[in-house]
């Protein structure tokens, strides 16, 4: 007997629909639903791996007290008396929530009700801050209203989409994907890319604008400019729809007033900007996507309204294929935004700084009182705990630490509260490590609620696992929370179904189509059948909800108008100069997400990027007298600085250096990139700059480089003393990149050092090979002819492939012709290309070379790499060109 459970994945803001089937022995498969409307079946790497995520190894399982196992009702007692004690001691202002965009709707809905209509104060922000807060008030400017105009069928209808500042191939595969096969089917149909970098995405991009870093506002006011100058403008639209139009114009003029001036501040060819102006003024059906390279910036709410006066310019809004389109990057941000998780939000669209708002929401909680004025957010929250405005904070399910700005003062800043509570599902992170009550709360698979996706769909998680341990959903904890603080009558909730039907009236309480979002046509329908549905669904209306907004030209605005906004551009806060004289800016990998916690534990995740990197260009890497793949130090202003490796990249623009957002003191010795990164805001929207940052890059050479496979995870103290590490799951194995300061006088008694002592027992049988004059050492160590371990070292970064190794732990027993040849060390091996379907590098050459394989769709059909997410393709096309040049030759 196989159940089957219809769920929603737990990564990025596409928010596809999946199928999970439980076997009765409890094995778990999952595949992609073809009815949800997000994914229609399609997967990316990370959805496609889940299965891999789903072990209990590093989970928290039981409530902990001051370090020590305890009950729940201590825990929650604990945390309720602690967070009144300083409330009645120093008043409401003085306690906070940091809540998370992996959070559901539900438990996001009742830790918001805690705060503001309970505790009274405005003391909660999202992590969300961290990636959409300048979407957000670029939204609330133009439209009056956090509202999506767009629909995921709009990247099917469009003749022109323009990605800005989003690597969607790696980030949002799914549904680039979709405009790639909008792109293959329509011989008329355009993609540009603006980015800094050429990323995977420009794989399918007819025109790559390689803008200097923090300029794009500037870009945008051109387009506007030239938009009008050349009547492409839509008159009526603008007259009957809009205001602003004229201030907005005379801005974009002055900053951006000719293509010249336009290139020159964007680094770009004047041919380049004038052809993206032609391309988008020649087609009417234009859909910009926008992502974290616009709103992690210290101007991103106005990079946000630059773009979307554009297409209030251009009437390009509220119709099938056009419209501004931000791509959110967590599961449930959007339902955060929803629910009033921001510090300057009320909920469901209602307004903090309106009291009619207020008295509402007040008098449908039936509150004793409800915040009045917006709170902390993100950064200023962190900086409240450092001085001691704030003494008691609850952190669930995210780990600021690693992803806050200036992560170092955050951890001392935690480390100064007198009272931090953590719910999370992981025992240890580097967060958690700060908690003084830490609560064990389950996670995707385990939990029900809703989530809410970037197109606005409204998609039900569903639990197919039982909690483990004592893990309790989120929603369970903050509700004993608040009856152990006496708000028992406003929090009677026995599932996220009672408190998913409260929500659903409270957004169409008193809302006669001021607020856009509005769920009450759902009143009546069963929550564990619910289908995904797209909001607005007022009362009354059809079930299947709204594609998409602002059909009729009606705004939320006061006068009904939406509004162009003047945009003056800023620079980004800090500049090069000739300490720092590289830009610093950070993303997601491939096959990564957020701080590892998930994908850190996946063999198929890890197997693309192994640890963390600096991507540098060929000429910037040639000054610095830096090679591929040695290891470099990165300093920053705040003289803090990461050790990572160096990758020589042709596609990275020269002058600038990316790092990837992922690693912390988990996984590798000195990688938290945030860490380099000041706390500097946007003044609207309060979001950091994570985008831009002057920093100096040094090669860093220790005394020796080598790696470690073992079958048990080394503990971080046997980590510790190295110069340099990096941890990765394998296959039946950890996987460690190391290096060393000083060269150990015995190696056989260092290896075992670093290995767990229970591998290390005596009836494990020890080989080694040294060559003290090559300074190169080669030990393993054996268990019944089974490998167990095995340490590579030499004098340089260049050591035997890793893969022909990995891949003997697998094996129950080695033959002995392999346990002869074990130290050799081979170069074999391949590096994965397709993590979908677990193809490597080798094994794709070879189909090319004697299938005589010539097209990215002949290798799909051949091998299956690249026919699922497509996140492999240009590294596909990349190996087809490279086994073309070299035939030629």
Known sequence: MVSSVRTTCPYCGVGCGLIAKVDKRGGVSITGDPEHPANRGHLCSKGAALVETLALEGRALHPILGGMRTTWDAALSEVAHGFQHTIDKFGPNSVAFYVSGQLLTEAYYVANKLMKGYIGCANIDTNSRLCMSSTVAGHQRAFGSDTVPCSYEDLDLAEMVILIGSNAAWCHPVLFQRIAHAHQRNSRHKVVVIDPRRTASCDSADLHLAVRPGTDAVLFNGLLAYLDFHGAADDDYVRDHTSGARQALSAARESSGSIAQVATVCGLAEDDVERFYRMFAATKKVVSVFSQGINQSSSGTDKVNSIINCHLLTGRIGRPGMGPFSFTGQPNAMGGREVGGLANQLVAHMSLENSLHQERVQRFWRSPRVATRAGLKAVDLFSALESGDVRAV??????????????????????????????????????????????????????????????????????????????????????????????????????????????????????????????????????????????????????????????????????????????????????????????????????????????????????HTIEPYAELNPADAKTLGVGDGQLVRIHSVLSKDVVVRARVVAGQRRGSVFIPMHWNDRFASAARVNALLPSVTDPISGQPELKHMPVRVETYRPAWYGFLLARQRPRLNQLNGLAYWAIAAGKDLWRCEIAGHDWPTDWSVYTRGLLDPSACDNDRAWIEYRDIGARRFRGALLHKHRLEACLFVGSEPLLPAREHLMALFSRPRLAAVERQGLLAGRDEGSPLVCACFGVGRDRIIQAIQESGLSTVDEIGATLRAGTNCGSCVPELRALLTLEMTRTRA
């Open 394 to 607: 609850w952190i669930m399910g995210t780990n600021p630490v690693d992803s806050m700005p200036d992560a170092n003062r955050v951890r001392a800043a935690l480390a100064h509260c007198p009272l931090v509570v953590v719910s999370d599902c992981m025992r240890h992170t580097d967060t958690t490590a700060c908690a003084d009550v830490l609560l064990p709360a389950t996670t995707w698979g385990e939990r029900d609620g809703t989530v809410t996706n970037s197109d606005r769909t409204v998609s039900r998680q569903r639990a197919f696992l039982s909690p483990p341990g004592e893990a309790k959903p989120d929603w369970w904890i903050v509700t004993e929370v608040a009856r152990r603080m006496g708000f028992s009558d406003g929090f009677p909730y026995r599932s996220p179904a009672d408190i998913f039907a409260e929500y659903v009236r409270l957004s169409g309480f008193e809302n006669d189509g001021e607020r856009s979002f509005n769920l009450s046509g759902l009143d009546a329908v069963d929550y564990d059948s619910m289908l995904p549905v797209q909001w607005p669904v007022p009362a009354g209306s059809s079930t299947r909800g709204t594609s998409r907004m602002f059909a009729d030209g009606r705004y939320h605005t006061a006068d009904g108008r939406a509004r162009l906004v003047p945009v003056q551009p800023r620079v980004p806060a800090h500049a090069c100069d000739a300490d720092y004289p590289l830009l610093c800016n950070t993303g997601r990998v491939r096959d990564h997400w957020h701080t590892l916690t998930r994908t850190g534990n996946s063999p198929r995740l890890c197997a």
